[in-house]
Each structure stands twice: as structure tokens, then as C-alpha cells.
């Protein structure tokens, strides 16, 4: 026979995973730009150490931010320029590729296929590349706000480290 205070325990434990899942989705939009900030310091910590070989402590984290910024920066160049050349080749082909796409349904009717879109499909396609693109800047401002968690987060970490440090020790005595 079980305890009642194992199934207590129990029903309590799947009550807390709710409850853990509800906040994390209800928290995601602060959440995860949290831990992908927390994810880059880690991953950007290790320059730092090694421009300390070379600079003063506080020339560090300043080259540190630059180097992350320097990526940053490339990053959303890379993307932002990719954006706006496919803008304008589709802003300077829009004819062909309605020529295009016309050809595509009438060959599709004919072969008893289903037409991507249905009627009107080549406004709909437009209408779904315009949210697309939309969605792409949105989550270029998403990276922003990271980018300026990481920056203000990355001098933190050696206070951090200490806070844990001091955590330990008083642990170990006790």
C-alpha cells in the first residue's frame, strides 16, 4: 500500500511542473533573451581572459564588447543586406515573376494538380513574403535587446563569480 505522503508528494511535484511550465511560457518573451545572453557571455568570456594578457582589466571588457559588437554588427549587415537585395530584385522583376508563377498554375490546372494558393495565389505568396520579412526585422530587434543584455551583462560576471564563490565556502563550513 502507498503512503499518503508519497502520493502527496507526488501530486505536489506534478502540481510544481505545471506551475515551472506555466511561468516559462507565460515569462518566454523575458526569458529567452535572458538565456541566449547568459549563452553568449559564455561564449564571449573566454576573450576576455585573453585580452587581459595584453591590456589592463578594464581595456578588456571594452575589447571584448567591441569584439562581440564587431560580430554583432557583421551579423546584422549580412542579413540586412541580403534583405534589401532580395527587396529589389523582386521589386524590379514583379512582372516576371507573376509571368512565372501564371505559367506554373496554368501547367498545374493542366496536369490536374493543385494550384499553390488557389486563385489569386501570386498575391497571396506576395502577402506571405511582406510577413516574412516583417518577421525577419522583428527578430533583428529580438537580437538587439540580446545584443544589450550581453554587453551590460559581461562586465557582471567576475562579481557574479565571486557572489558563488563566497556561496561555497560558506556552504563547506557549515
Given amino acids: 500500500m502507498v503512503q499518503p505522503e508519497t502520493i502527496r508528494n507526488r501530486l505536489l511535484t506534478v502540481i510544481a511542473v505545471i506551475l515551472v511550465v506555466a511561468a516559462l511560457q507565460w515569462s518566454y518573451p523575458v526569458t529567452v533573451p535572458l538565456v541566449v545572453a547568459v549563452f553568449i557571455i559564455a561564449a564571449a ?4 581572459p585573453w585580452l587581459e594578457q595584453v591590456l589592463p582589466t578594464s581595456l ?13 554588427t557583421c551579423f546584422f549587415t549580412v ?12 521589386g524590379q522583376n514583379q512582372e516576371q515573376f507573376r509571368d512565372l508563377y501564371e505559367t506554373l498554375a496554368t501547367w498545374s490546372r493542366e496536369k490536374g494538380l493543385p494550384v499553390f494558393g488557389g486563385e489569386g495565389g501570386y498575391d497571396r505568396l506576395v502577402a506571405i513574403a511582406q510577413i516574412l520579412f516583417w518577421q ?3 527578430m ?6 540580446i545584443a544589450i543584455l550581453v554587453i551590460m ?18 556552504s563547506e563550513n557549515r
Avoid at 568570456?45 to 576576455?48: M, N, R, S, V
Avoid at 542579413?79 to 523582386?90: E, G, H, K, V
Wanted: charge should be positive.
Fill in 136 to 138: 525577419v526585422y522583428g
Fill in 45 to 48: 568570456w573566454p576573450i576576455k
Fill in 140 to 145: 533583428l530587434g529580438y537580437f538587439g535587446v
Fill in 60 to 72: 578588456s571588457y571594452v575589447g571584448t564588447v567591441f569584439a562581440l559588437l564587431l560580430v554583432i
Fill in 153 to 170: 551583462g559581461l562586465p557582471e560576471v567576475p562579481a557574479l563569480a565571486g557572489k558563488f564563490r563566497d556561496q561555497l565556502k560558506t
Fill in 79 to 90: 542579413i540586412y543586406f541580403a534583405l534589401a537585395q532580395i527587396t529589389q530584385t523582386f
